[in-house]
């Protein structure tokens, strides 16, 4: 079979996603160096449906020439990244309003913690909490409704914080220094399991204070940085990352095995770290790295990283 009926018989591979890709990158970063403001990103989230028309033009036209997908990818990006720039001056993407919710939850000789968090889109934070009779305290800053649900079986509470709804007039950033998104603050003497599910924004947690049984982290546009503590228990870290930049400290002399999965980005782990599978990859890394003498450790952390675009690193 020549080249040309291989070609033929096998169609082109569109480069109109990579091309979006390229798009997404780029309005995140004129976001981080001040271009872009949050009213020019919540342009996107009103006019969203423009994604559904680009992708059915590419659909019917861009599937029958690189070129053309290609073509068709840049000019829907450029139009896209134009829209969000005027879009504030034609009246799209001004905030809407933005409300604060405190919560506390008594500790009330609670044992162990499982907090899970539907931030949605925003910055979130979790601390130890200081000389304090509560489990959890919270200030949370949110758009629409914040629902907080406390359940308790004995010594565990679970504590549930859920983005109900939203109005997508909202706004990345505001001029009120007191608003910084969510922020929890957890008594450290409770045993503390978080499931953190996020759509864009930050992640920031220090969980060096705590006993950690379980930790799950979803994100899918942005960045994390968690701070593990020493364990004292055998615990477990899953990260799934979609496109950002993921840094996990960890503290020195522990027992770590981490399985790493990424598509396209970069993957920075301690030069001491044994490789035990795996091979380096042309766009990404795969395999599984383990501390020295990490079999006979009497407590252990587990660490598996499934990412998309972007970075990890363990410090």
Known sequence: MSYEEKRKNHGYRSLFWPMLLIGVGTAWLLFNIGVFTGENIAVIFQLWPLFLIG????????????TRGATIGLTFVGFVLAIMYVGPSLGFGHSAERTNTQFDVPLDGAETLELNINASIDRVAVNALQDSNNLIEGDVWHYG??????????????VDVDQKSMNFGFNFGNSNPDDTGWNFYVNPSAVL??????GVGEAVMDLTDFTLADLKLNMGVGSMDISLPAPTQDYEVDINGGVGEVILTIPKDVA???DVSTGIGDVDLPSSWIQIEGEDGVLGEDGVWQTEGFQTSENQIYIKFDGGVGSFEVR
Do not use: Y
């Not at 399991?193 to 996020?198: C, W």
């Open 145 to 158: 409704e914040l629902k907080v649900d406390t359940q308790i079986d004995g010594t565990s509470k679970v």
């Open 55 to 66: 992708i059915g033009v590419d659909l019917i036209f861009g599937r029958k020439s690189p």
């Open 193 to 198: 399991a978080i499931d953190f599910d996020g």
């Open 256 to 258: 770590v095995q981490i």
